[in-house]
């Protein structure tokens, strides 16, 4: 399984991206993709996730009402809306791929990784 993430940049307060994660190299017809972010210094934290469907999805707190994941099954990407961006968002993106959905929050559960995309806002 290769995860390809992409779209950070730099934005203001208040502005917004959106991320995108390209899913290659697998045959399930089932799997979960979440979106995880780690800021220097900090412990790997849960952003979001979202089942093969699109039907269920699981946001940490602190993004819920600013963030919205999608996913396009025909082009195997997930995307992450990001909006009213804060300067605690300011992170490392990354989105990992799991073989079946369960809205866990816990990077252990999940089995392949993208590289990462750099998010950072200005206050």
């Known amino acids: 399984v290769q995860l390809q993430a992409s779209g950070g940049g730099s934005v203001e307060a208040g502005g917004s991206l959106s991320l995108s994660c390209a899913a290659s190299?697998?045959?399930?017809?089932?799997?979960?993709i979440g979106w995880f972010r780690q800021a220097p210094g900090k412990e790997r934290e849960f952003v979001a996730t979202i089942s093969w469907s699109g039907r269920s999805t699981h946001y940490a707190d602190s993004v819920k009402g600013r963030f919205t994941i999608s996913r396009d099954n025909a082009k195997n990407t997930v995307f992450l809306q990001m909006n009213s961006l804060e300067p605690e968002d300011s992170a490392v993106y990354y989105c990992?791929?799991?073989?079946?959905?369960?809205?866990?929050?816990?990077?252990?559960?999940?089995?392949?990784w993208g590289q990462g995309t750099l998010v950072t806002v200005s206050s």
């Open positions: 190299g697998f045959t399930f017809d089932d799997y979960a």
């Open positions: 990992a791929f799991r073989d079946h959905y369960s809205g866990s929050d816990s990077f252990l559960l999940y089995d392949y």
